[in-house]
């Protein structure tokens, strides 16, 4: 599922792909259901492309918010928008002992924090996608 759960440069949340084009995307925006067009010149991820950087090299953001998963058993994280840079890092730790320090810094954990409570809100499973990418 998270190949098809998308973040857009200079735009705030998630989205969810409806359908491609040539031209353009149609995305659905995981905040308030509000379906947007995207164009090719825009900047867009996929969930399922991004990775954190560790000491021994990177790991899947999926891995990453499983573990948030479990360590809050499947609730919200209690850290908001608010939460100081010292929080954040300290709550990264405990889910991702050996992320780099160098190269990952407080804004990008308060984004996995923001990106993995609207994921829980909108009852994504992180499991259904591992299994469907085994089977492949």
């Known amino acids: 599922m998270l190949s098809k759960i998308l973040s857009i440069t200079g ?78 890092l300290a709550y990264l730790e405990e889910v991702l002992p050996d992320y780099s320090r160098e190269s990952v810094y407080a804004s990008d954990v308060k984004k996995m924090v923001a990106w993995y409570n609207i994921l829980v809100e909108n009852n994504i499973s992180l499991e259904e996608e591992e299994k469907k990418e085994e089977e492949k």
């Open 11 to 88: 735009r705030p949340g998630l989205y969810k792909l409806i359908s491609t084009n040539k031209n353009l995307n149609i995305v659905e925006s995981l905040a308030d259901g509000k379906r947007i067009p995207v164009y090719p010149q825009e900047k867009v991820v996929a969930l399922s492309d991004v990775s954190i950087y560790t000491k021994d090299g990177d790991t899947p953001l999926r891995n990453v918010l499983k573990k948030m998963k479990e360590k809050e058993d499947g609730a919200k994280i209690a850290l908001g928008s608010k939460s100081k840079g010292s929080e954040l």
